[in-house]
């Protein structure tokens, strides 16, 4: 999957995993895709919701060697 941007929020607690993504989706145009690596495991829900309340949508998640990765595309 091809991303703009790589966010890594490895090693953030919650809320800065949400607070950093927001920052990185105001640098990318609408329909790039932000890639984004957390370690906290409250990231899926809590990023979920964020995209959903925002008009995003995320295309694909995955989890690899304990770090959630997340394909966010901008709405």
Same mark, same amino acid.
Do not use: R, Y
């Given at each position: =999957? ?5 966010? $890594?929020? /490895?090693?953030?607690?919650?809320? =800065?995993? *949400? ?6 989706? #105001?640098? +990318?145009?609408?329909? @790039? +895709?932000? !890639?984004? %690596?957390?370690? #906290? /495991?409250?990231?899926?829900? #809590? ?6 309340? &925002? &008009? %995003? !949508? *995320?295309?694909?998640?995955? @989890? @690899? $060697? !304990?770090?959630?990765?997340?394909? *966010? /595309? /901008?709405?």
């Amino acid at each position: =999957m091809e991303s703009v941007k790589v966010l $890594d929020a /490895k090693g953030l607690a919650c809320p =800065m995993p *949400i607070v950093k993504t927001k920052k990185a989706m #105001d640098q +990318i145009n609408s329909n @790039e +895709i932000l !890639e984004v %690596h957390a370690t #906290d /495991k409250g990231a899926e829900n #809590d990023l979920a919701a964020w995209v959903k309340s &925002g &008009g %995003h !949508e *995320i295309v694909k998640s995955t @989890e @690899e $060697d !304990e770090v959630l990765k997340f394909w *966010i /595309k /901008k709405g």
